[in-house]
């Protein structure tokens, strides 16, 4: 049975830095991209970083050069390291996986991924 678990998340001061992990079981990575999103009470879900089969990292939007995205194959495990953490960076993050048939570069969207972690909450506050 394919399963994501999320850790790493806590409560973090401003400018301060968290690791997530997305642990997969039941499956391994190799052959899918992964995902992550986040999600902040009342807002939309978005994505904030994926990385593609061939290993290629893509981070959007506001979190380019503070995320960064990486895989370990021996662990069937993806990392987001977070840096320079903002209070608008709370949230709970969820790693999520689709099948990557190898098209294109760009981060899939949130409706293409069919399974999901249960999500790890991200707190940054003084």
């Known amino acids: 049975q394919l399963q994501l678990v999320e850790s790493g998340g806590g409560l973090v001061q401003p400018g301060g830095s968290l690791r997530l992990s997305c642990a997969a079981s039941?499956?391994?990575?190799?052959?899918?991209?992964i995902g992550w999103f986040r999600q902040a009470p009342g807002k939309e879900r978005e994505g904030v970083s994926c990385?593609?089969?061939?290993?290629?990292?893509n981070s959007e939007g506001s979190v380019k050069g503070r995320f960064t995205i990486s895989r370990d194959g021996a662990k069937n495990t993806v990392y987001l390291q977070i840096n320079s953490l903002k209070p608008e960076d709370t949230a709970v993050y969820y790693c999520?996986?689709?099948?990557?048939?190898?098209?294109?570069?760009?981060?899939?969207?949130?409706?293409?991924?069919?399974?999901w972690g249960q999500g790890t909450q991200v707190t940054v506050s003084s």
């Open positions: 999520a996986v689709v099948f990557d048939y190898g098209l294109g570069y760009d981060c899939p969207r949130a409706s293409e991924y069919p399974s």
């Open positions: 039941g499956f391994t990575l190799d052959s899918f991209a």
């Open positions: 990385i593609r089969r061939s290993g290629t990292p």
